[in-house]
T-cell receptor, first 112, second 114 residues
Framework: AQSVTQLGSHVSVSEGALVLLRCNYSSSVPPYLFWYVQYPNQGLQLLLKYTSAATLVKGINGFEAEFKKSETSFHLTKPSAHMSDAAEYFC??????????FGTGTSLTVIP | DTAVSQTPKYLVTQMGNDKSIKCEQNLGHDTMYWYKQDSKKFLKIMFS???????INETVPNRFSPKSPDKAHLNLHINSLELGDSAVYFCASSNSGGLSYEQYFGPGTRLTVT
């Protein structure tokens, strides 16, 4: 069965510190992987995506993620957290383009 | 122009009523979705339409009925609303024939059933 797991429903970092949000997937076929961000009272916005090209993917707002097939992971990082990064982050996977599987979300708090 | 739009943004209604939420996308996508997000932010797929045909119908009460009059629209009708239906409902669209499949989400409709 295909699925996505996000470790840590809540992550707190200090402003300026490294952000690391974890995502692991399970799949028997090559996946397409995504990170979405949801700001309060808004819809989901695509941060970045992996589509079998480069394994290190750069997204908007200074975020990047690395696809590691051996670890079945697609962790999201940002070198220096900003207050405006506080939001809910979702990892998602699809294999067919019709069915998407979302993780349970990670709430990021940035401490000034 | 808004890529994926939903109306209304807020919907407050009483138990037992029937209500509809509308969704439109102007991206030329062939696949549209309805998701339900509960108070814990968990996203659950409800329905998916590809070229106006239902392709995903998760375990959802049959009080929920989607309708896709054309590829650009996917509406959600809910009969006999219950307290547990209170949630944020998101519409999304994607292109199944594309190379990257990313979904674009609407701003959500916050449904409150009293």
């Amino acid at each position: 069965a295909q699925s996505v797991t996000q470790l840590g429903s809540h992550v707190s970092v200090s402003e300026g510190a490294l952000v690391l949000l974890r995502c692991n997937y399970s799949s028997s076929v090559p996946p397409y992987l995504f990170w979405y961000v949801q700001y309060p009272n808004q819809g989901l916005q695509l941060l970045l995506k992996y589509t079998s090209a480069a394994t290190l993917v750069k997204g908007i707002n200074g975020f990047e993620a690395e696809f590691k097939k051996s670890e079945t992971s697609f962790h999201l990082t940002k070198p220096s957290a900003h207050m405006s990064d506080a939001a809910e982050y979702f990892c998602a996977v699809t294999f067919t383009g019709n069915q998407f599987y979302f993780g349970t979300g990670t709430s990021l708090t940035v401490i000034p | 122009d808004t890529a994926v739009s939903q109306t209304p943004k807020y919907l407050v209604t009483q138990m037992g009523n029937d209500k509809s939420i509308k969704c439109e996308q102007n991206l030329g996508h062939d696949t549209m979705y309805w998701y339900k997000q509960d108070s814990k932010k968990f996203l659950k797929i409800m329905f998916s339409y590809n070229n106006k045909e239902l392709i995903i119908n998760e375990t959802v009460p049959n009080r929920f009925s989607p309708k896709s009059p054309d590829k650009a629209h996917l509406n959600l009708h809910i009969n006999s609303l219950e307290l547990g239906d209170s949630a944020v409902y998101f519409c999304a669209s994607s292109n199944s024939g594309g190379l990257s499949y990313e979904q674009y989400f609407g701003p959500g409709t916050r449904l409150t059933v009293t």
